[in-house]
T-cell receptor
Framework: GEDVEQSLFLSVREGDSSVINCTYTDSSSTYLYWYKQEPGAGLQLLTYIFSNMDMKQDQRLTVLLNKKDKHLSLRIADTQTGDSAIYFC????????????FGKGTRLSVIA | DAGVIQSPRHEVTEMGQEVTLRCKPISGHDYLFWYRQTMMRGLELLIY????????DSGMPEDRFSAKMPNASFSTLKIQPSEPRDSAVYFC????????????FGEGSWLTVV
């Protein structure tokens, strides 16, 4: 079955890099996602990566995918206080017709 | 473009009362999802619809929970009777098939049952 695991908490200093890690169990995953949830709000899509890619970069965000180890990471460069939020990793088996499976989320605290 | 719209944003109700949560998905989206978020269990998928038809309701916790989608632009999640353990944030989300399953969430309905 599908399962997505994340560490629950991460604390970093402003200006440092943050690395949020995720492991998933289903090797059939086609897309892997990172969502961000700010306090009192819904989840917003940050970025996603297709399973045939190893890396994707988008401004301060870098996603790394290790398919062999079923490990996904999100690196946030120059972390700011506005990056404090819960970050959810999610996987999908097939494009468009199965629901995403979410991890429990990693709460990132940025210390000024 | 308006995102997924949920109402009410906050509701406090007494145990035993009926609760109805409402959702308007993004126009043109053909999938609609209801999720529940709690500290203990994280984000749980309750039910999802495709083209207004319920596809999988295995996540609905009990018969007290029901969901409907009478048309492409409206869905409800009903809890009757409500219990304190139903207190959670309920999210509605929608997606369009064929774009990598990206789903878009509403702001959530924060339910407290006392």
């Amino acid at each position: 079955g599908e399962d997505v695991e994340q560490s629950l908490f991460l604390s970093v200093r402003e200006g440092d890099s943050s690395v949020i890690n995720c492991t998933y169990t289903d090797s059939s995953s086609t897309y892997l996602y990172w969502y961000k949830q700010e306090p009192g709000a819904g989840l917003q899509l940050l970025t996603y990566i297709f399973s045939n890619m190893d890396m994707k970069q988008d401004q301060r965000l870098t996603v790394l995918l290790n398919k062999k180890d079923k490990h996904l990471s999100l690196r946030i460069a120059d972390t700011q206080t506005g990056d404090s939020a819960i970050y959810f990793c999610a996987e999908s088996l097939y494009s468009g017709n199965t629901p995403l499976v979410f991890g429990k989320g990693t709460r990132l605290s940025v210390i000024a | 473009d308006a995102g997924v719209i949920q109402s009410p944003r906050h509701e406090v109700t007494e145990m035993g009362q009926e609760v109805t949560l409402r959702c308007k998905p993004i126009s043109g989206h053909d999938y609609l999802f209801w999720y529940r978020q709690t500290m203990m269990r994280g984000l749980e998928l309750l039910i999802y619809f495709n083209n207004n038809v319920p596809i999988d309701d295995s996540g609905m916790p009990e018969d007290r929970f029901s969901a409907k989608m009478p048309n492409a632009s409206f869905s409800t999640l009903k809890i009757q009777p409500s219990e304190p353990r139903d207190s959670a944030v309920y999210f509605c989300a929608s997606s369009l098939r064929g774009i990598g399953n990206t789903i878009y969430f509403g702001e959530g309905s924060w339910l407290t049952v006392v």
